[in-house]
């Protein structure tokens, strides 16, 4: 499985758009790159995933590298309610649908 | 509304007392799952399940059990609840494509003495 590496922690102001980069430098031809984020004990958020290709929808855009290797999850204008620690997942093709979620990056969003 | 419903949401019990966390979903999904979450081992997999009367071990299925005996119910079962179950359970839904994304419930925060 392609692990991630994610930073620990970013701070962003509110109204700027918040970017998480995500490197994943084994990840298999196959494997898509899934986001989720967790507000404070919530259950987990899909936010978005990818392949190859750059993807966007109302609540985010993904910008995958053509090498694969690495990606950024842009909020384009993040609100103190965006506040949440944010996953970067490879997804496991087989294995029951696991999502293998690492530790993630807490993004605070401050005024 | 298309949710994932948990029952409790809260729970204290004792030590060998058997409990059951309710875990409901609207979406007429066919994969379900559990998952814990404890502080600095992030979330993990308890068991899984693709479809009624289908159900297989997560990454930490010691001390629990489920049943899928219909589409939209997967309990969690505790038969003799230990201090090391203490966490966070999260159960969560999808199509079952294993491209498709996740739906998780609000959580259900245990605790044993």
């Known amino acids: 499985d392609a692990k991630t590496t994610q930073p620990t922690s970013m701070d962003c102001a509110e109204g700027r758009a918040a970017n998480l980069p995500c490197n994943h430098s084994t990840i298999s031809g196959n494997e898509y790159v899934y986001w989720y984020r967790q507000i404070h004990s919530q259950g987990p958020q899909y936010i978005i995933h990818g392949l190859k290709n750059n993807e966007t929808n109302e609540m985010a855009s993904l910008i995958i590298t053509e090498d694969r290797k690495s990606s950024t999850l842009i909020l384009p204008h993040a609100t103190l309610r965006d506040t949440a620690v944010y996953y970067c997942i490879v997804r496991v093709t087989g294995g029951g649908n696991k999502l293998t979620f690492g530790t993630g990056t807490q993004l605070k969003v401050e005024l | 509304e298309a949710q994932v419903t948990q029952n409790p949401r809260y729970l204290i019990t004792v030590t060998g007392k058997k409990l059951t966390v309710t875990c409901s979903q609207n979406?007429?999904?066919?994969?379900m799952s559990w998952y814990r979450q404890d502080p600095g081992l992030g979330l993990r997999q308890i068991y899984y399940s693709m479809n009624v009367e289908v159900t297989d071990k997560g990454d930490v299925p010691e001390g629990y059990k489920v049943s899928r005996k219909e589409k939209r119910n997967f309990p969690l079962i505790l038969e003799s609840p230990s201090p090391n179950q203490t966490s966070l359970y999260f159960c969560?839904?999808?199509?079952?494509?294993?491209?498709?994304?996740?739906?998780f419930g609000p959580g259900t925060r245990l605790t044993v003495l």
């Open positions: 969560a839904s999808g199509r079952g494509v294993w491209t498709d994304t996740q739906y």
């Open positions: 979406m007429n999904h066919e994969y």
